[in-house]
């Protein structure tokens, strides 16, 4: 039996950087809830418009202006579920969001994929969703699968389900999508109530997560996807309210001003969601980011993107809401030097800020636009290295070893003590084969090879061996049965 | 009046709108040809915008504030001017497609477009083909810029190409397409005339479609 490393459990509770003071924070809710008071949102969506009337919104339906009085907002956060279980097929990858509990994963949803083989970008199609999720299933350290990519090869009628079913069948981590119409949502409801055993039990331990998109910000629904944040409350499936502003284009440029807006923001979206269905289980979803002020291009890699995800984990905290935000973004092409950096950076500033969902974490590249086999590979080095920091340093009287220094005395080893031999599998981070840490001779010696080549051996040999456990046979010959699933 | 000329520019550069207005009007009623004013006054200016940002210096709310001031320049100058009034640049037409609200890339364009001459007609957010059919038969555009954010969306690109060709007006346009998960290669897929990866070379491949 071979002996294996400890891996950083998820949900360890990070929360050791805290970019906001307590006094800055409770300063960015009181402009939030300015922001509301003040400013409010544009709402179009009827059923929206409805629900915020008749909850004492002030709606001014002419110039489609909902403006939220401060109870309301206070209200819906006390109503918001603060701990929200994702559950994995295999309760091992449950996840308990909650407090400052941290855990990483996969963000979506790109269009192109850098092809194992060749390099070259083409472009994703179902069976990356597949290949991308037999290759996460291996990854300790990414905890839960959001479909990474969109499948271009996929009628949009369909891709809801074909998405949710291509994930769930190859992967018994949690997963996560955007949804993109209301018969989407059902059928993937119907589906994983199946996969479950029942309506209540998939309610219990939520197999999937939506993604709703309904904030173009600043401030403005966008009506076809608040339909689907209102039907996925209804369902009773766990809602994340994602929303993404460019600080310098759709947001201030100044951090607390983008802070103050996406916070407004964010809680425009919990009053929706609670007043759809009190208790609704959610993440509120603020991805903050910055544009290229040279060019108006959005910026996933930048030193702010860590900062600002960060401080919106300390106003969660603050709501003692669930949070999902994002890091691990780069902004360049390939695996390389810029991507480890930019990703590193703002990988392990979100984390330590106790966020606990951080997607994009893995596997992409060009910010969101593409991704690549062999980064999701890297990216699980780089977020087991940020998992391991978030842990910290105990301080007991085992790990202060005072009878151990004592034992091996003055100029003596540590090397075959017995407490060396018990904590040194625990006690440091080991990543994979992507990191060598040999010495030049040994590494020319066997080829010189790059990080990304030897992360490329690793997918490879991924792809090749790893099917995880699959769908009962019964269950999955239903799926097939009744909704329209491409066969690969 | 050369001093006179560089005021504008100089100003056109800081984005004075204002004062821009003004030193055209005063160039106009000190008798100087109107052609010389667009030419050696906004037209300079906006050059000097151009190279500076293209060599990083300036940024975008830089050049945005600019084009405003040509803008400004142009309503007072634009009645002075044969043919029409325009910079000879001509008209396009811009919305973000069917499905889709994300309006940013799209106003960028816009405005740097406006900046460099164009006259932009703006059929804002969630434009379906027909809407963009009666804008080209209504002003008869040389260009056509179509922008998406989402991958769902994107294919509302293509619909809208084949509907101009089916409405015989494909020919007398250059198609434009723009937006985050828009590529080159999807543009060449969907028989869109050409790509820009942002504003700035959104306004190299305008010129270069027309010329």
Known sequence: MAKKPRVVP?????????????????RIHQAALSILERTGVQVEEPEALRLFEEAGARVDRAARRVRLPRALVEDAVDWAPSRVVLAGRDSQWDLELEGARVHIGTGGAALTVLDLETGEPRRAVLQDVVDLARLVDVLDNVHFYLVPVYPTDVEKEVVDVNTYYAGLANTTKHVQAGVYTIAGIRDTVAMCERIAGGAELLRERPLVSFITSWMVSPLAFATEVTTLLIETCRQGIPVILSAAPMAGSTAPVTLAGMLAQLTAEQLSGVVLAQLVRRGAPLLIGPIPATADMRTGRYLGGTAEFGITNAAMAQMAQ????????????????????????????????????????????????????????????????????????????????????????????????????????????????????????NDWDTWSKYGSRTARERARDIARDILNTHYPASLDPAVDAWIREQFAIHNL | MANLMEKIASNLYDGEEDEVAELVQKALDQGMDPQDVLQDGLLAGMDEVGKDFKAGDLYVPEVLIAARAMHAGMNVLRPFLAEGGGTGMGKCVVATVEGDLHDIGKNLVKMMLEGAGFEMIDLGVDAKAETFIDAVREHRPKLVGMSALLTTTMVNMKATIEALQEAGLRDSVKVMVGGAPVTAAFAAEIGADGHAPDAASAVDLARALIA
Not at chain 1, 14 to 26: F, H, K, W
């Open chain 1, 10 to 26: 998820p949900g360890v509770v990070g929360g050791q950087y805290r970019p906001l003071t307590d006094e800055q924070v409770e």
């Open chain 1, 318 to 437: 603050f709501y003692r809401l669930p949070i999902y935000n994002s890091a691990g973004m780069t902004d360049a092409k390939t695996p390389d030097i810029q991507a480890g950096f930019e990703k590193a950076m703002s990988a392990v500033l979100a984390a330590l800020a106790g966020s606990n969902f951080i997607h994009h974490a893995a596997g992409m590249l060009e910010n969101m636009n593409v991704v690549a086999a062999e980064q999701f590979v890297i990216d699980n080095d780089i977020l087991g290295m940020a998992m391991r920091a978030v842990e910290g340093i105990r301080v007991d009287d085992e790990t202060l070893a005072l009878d151990v220094i004592d034992a091996v005395g003055p100029a003596g080893h540590y090397l075959m003590a017995d407490h060396t031999l018990k904590h040194m599998r625990s006690e440091f981070f080991y990543p994979s084969a992507v990191v060598d840490r």
